[in-house]
């Protein structure tokens, strides 16, 4: 009990040096709308989204973000893991706001050729294609997304989702 207690107190700290916080309303849950959809985004406990690694070894690799979405829901769930790096979490931000998105507007494509996870899976390709978009439209800061963050966004609003292609 003591360890977690130390734990919650490091990683608040750690946090408290980060340059994105969530609204002061509650500090690990809040809400955003974007385009039409309301973004619920969580903080988890650090590494609490870890899947299997499929090389065989039997091990574990820590993702930033997961959504949670139904095909045409004009609202979805984001868990984020607060250890991603600051350099990251704009990419994965938008990357799992594009899932929520992906599902409002009921958006796929798939490169199968592809080695790369984030685009020959079905439901990945969109997603990331929209975190690129958000990227070069926006730079690095959240504000976009509805996030309080003190990088100035050089859009004014992030990309749609009528203006992702289909392919890349």
């Known amino acids: 009990m003591i360890r977690r207690i ?18 002061p309303r509650d500090n690990a849950q809040w809400t955003t709308e974007v385009h039409g959809v309301a973004i619920t985004w969580r903080w988890v406990e650090p590494g609490a989204l870890a899947e299997p690694v ?15 979405v139904r095909p045409g829901s004009s ?7 607060p250890t991603v790096i600051r350099q990251q979490l704009t ?20 490169d199968p050729q592809n080695p790369d996870p984030s685009t020959h899976q079905l439901f990945e390709r969109w997603a990331e294609a929209y975190a690129q978009a ?35």
């Open 6 to 23: 130390l734990s919650a107190a490091a990683l608040a700290l750690g946090l408290a040096g980060c340059s994105v916080t969530a609204p």
């Open 54 to 68: 499929s090389d065989g070894a039997g091990g574990f690799r820590t993702i930033g973000g997961h959504a949670e």
């Open 75 to 81: 609202s979805c769930v984001v868990d984020l893991d």
């Open 91 to 110: 990419r994965v931000a938008a990357h799992e706001a594009g899932h929520c998105l992906q599902a409002r507007y009921l958006r796929v494509f798939a």
């Open 134 to 168: 958000y990227l070069r439209a926006c730079g690095q800061s959240l504000r976009a997304l509805g996030w309080k963050d003190p990088i100035d966004p050089n859009c004014a609003v992030p990309p749609h989702p009528n203006d992702i292609p289909f392919s890349l």
